[in-house]
Nanobody, 119 residues
Framework: QVQLVESGGGLVQAGGSLRLSCAASGRTFSSYHMGWFRQAPGNEREFVAS????????SYADSVKGRFTISRDNAKNTVYLQMNMLRPEDTAVYYC????????????WGQGTQVTVSS
């Protein structure tokens, strides 16, 4: 059973930084893409960033390029999202997700962590 547990959310002023963590367990993730998504009130869930567990290739939404960085620690089975220069429009619940690299759909989701950016 795959488990993804996010942490690190909170309240921060515009221009500040937060680092989200996603602790993954339940299997070997070497064949997985790990992703971060977010959902603001009234909006659909949107892609933020992803990383391939092996090789570390990354992808970002245009809205976060240059401000957010996704990374992983293989030894700790943990994926991070470093968020800098935060804006009020980054306010959302952030979700960690996992998918097998041969599929397009994320099959496993964490419970989410709230990020609130005040102006």
């Amino acid at each position: 059973q795959v488990q993804l547990v996010e942490s690190g959310g909170g309240l921060v002023q515009a221009g500040g930084s937060l680092r989200l963590s996603c602790a993954a367990s339940g299997r070997t993730f070497s064949s997985y893409h790990m992703g971060w998504f977010r959902q603001a009130p009234g909006n659909e869930r949107e892609f933020v960033a992803s990383i391939r567990w092996i090789g570390g290739s990354t992808s970002y939404a245009d809205s976060v390029k240059g401000r957010f960085t996704i990374s992983r620690d293989n030894a700790k089975n943990t994926v991070y999202l470093q968020m800098n220069m935060l804006r009020p429009e980054d306010t959302a619940v952030y979700y960690c997700a996992a998918r097998v690299v041969t599929t397009m759909s994320y099959n496993y989701w964490g419970q989410g962590t709230q990020v609130t950016v005040s102006s």
